[in-house]
């Protein structure tokens, strides 16, 4: 995992990029294994729990929604052992319900140090249009 708060915001968005085409395994790599991480996605709902996690991302990837995330206006705090980060995320041609959709969110997310690297115990987005 990653050695700097930096390093593990672009994980971050290199698995859910991957995640796009359909593979779930490299954001859950990210993702920390303690049963403290929460969850607060695009699509609604709010769920707390690895296992709950595991599930929300294998949902996500099977959407298969292609495209890209990227990401801009970014802001890291490092607080030693727990740090975020702010941005605002561009989702670039997903594809939902048959049609090509861009999509523009704000983003929170919190990561913590832990034994192998900085890994994320929570992510938020909300519309910000």
Request: net charge negative; charged share 20%; with cysteine.
């Amino acid at each position: 995992m990653s050695d700097s708060l930096a390093q593990a915001h672009e994980d971050l968005y290199s698995a859910l990029n991957v995640m796009l085409t359909g593979e779930a395994d490299p954001i859950l790599a990210v993702w920390s294994s303690a049963e403290d991480v929460t969850y607060g996605g695009p699509f609604g709902g709010f769920v707390s729990g690895r296992a709950a996690i595991v599930d929300a991302f294998n949902a996500s990837a099977a959407m298969n929604l292609q495209g890209a995330i990227e990401v801009s206006d970014v802001h890291i705090v490092d607080g030693g052992n727990i740090g975020y980060t702010a941005c605002i995320e561009h989702g670039i041609n997903h594809v939902i319900d048959g049609e090509n959709v861009n999509l523009e969110h704000r983003a929170t997310n919190i990561f913590r140090k832990e034994s192998d690297g900085w890994h994320l115990v929570h992510h938020h987005t909300d519309r910000s249009h």
